[in-house]
């Protein structure tokens, strides 16, 4: 019998981490998994590193990290350089030496975007019209080459997401802890909106017939999140933070 407790894209809201990690406190878990996306954003980077890293959690390097270390500071988004203005050497150290999937329980691979790909879409796909679910098929494209599992576990698009692919394994997506939407131009413009402030994270508990899914809204002060990311000049950040919206 194994208990994860699965989180993603915490994107440096601090106030939003802390208030899922007093939620975890309470869920009797074996193991916590953060599925990268760690520090990029509007609210705090730094203070976020400082309380993250100590903690030994199991974590997975997301698209904002290797855009951290590979990508010059003049032609970062606002949000991976407020990052990089905040975070210390010996931080940057600790994000390189991040993997890109992990184990954490037999049965269990976890990654940030797909199993190919920390930046591809797993269970959306972008068109000219927007962000839609993606279906069976391009489901079954992208997992196309992982090994055999039970569970896959993704973040990325920052929607809590349960689905059952036609293989028969089961793809969860947390949600996101700290940026419940955002507005993206590549591959195409589209937005992407959970609908509600929360924090999102996920438990995962092993059972004699398989694994129970339990997806975890939890509360926090988004009002004081927003305020600290409109002094960072984000008011995007902070509309996403108290609406869900963009």
């Not at 194994?2 to 939003?16: E, F, I, Q, T, Y």
């Not at 954490?104 to 269970?123: I, M, N, T, W």
């Not at 569970?151 to 089961?170: D, E, F, N």
Request: glycine content about 10%; some cysteine.
């Amino acid at each position: 019998m194994v208990k994860l407790a699965v989180m993603s894209d915490v994107h440096g809201n601090l106030l939003a981490f802390e208030a899922v990690l007093a939620d975890i406190e309470c869920q009797d878990v074996d193991c916590v998994v953060n599925l990268g996306d760690l520090f990029s954003g509007g609210v705090e980077p730094g203070r976020t590193a400082d309380r993250m890293i100590p903690l030994g959690h199991m974590v997975i390097s997301g698209n904002h990290e290797h855009q951290l270390l590979h990508t010059p500071r003049g032609s970062l988004t606002l949000s991976d350089r407020l990052a990089l203005d905040q975070l210390t050497q010996g931080q940057l150290d600790w994000i390189a030496g991040l993997p890109s999937s992990a184990e954490p329980a037999p049965g269990v691979l976890a990654f940030h975007g797909s199993p190919r790909s920390k930046s591809e879409y797993l269970l959306e796909t972008v068109t000219p019209s927007g962000a839609r679910p993606a279906t069976p098929e391009e489901i079954m494209e992208r997992i196309q080459g992982a090994p055999p599992c039970d569970i896959l576990l993704c973040g990325h698009t920052h929607l809590a997401r349960v689905v059952r692919a036609q293989s028969g394994v089961q793809i969860v997506n947390p949600g996101s802890v700290g940026w419940p939407a955002y507005a993206d131009d590549l591959p195409l413009p589209h937005a992407i909106e959970s609908g509600s402030p929360h924090a999102r994270y996920t438990i995962l508990k092993q059972g004699g017939k398989g694994w129970d899914v339990t997806l975890r809204l939890v509360t926090y002060d988004w009002a004081e999140a927003a305020r600290i990311a409109e002094a960072n000049g984000r008011p995007d950040v902070a509309r996403s933070l108290t609406t869900g919206y963009v």
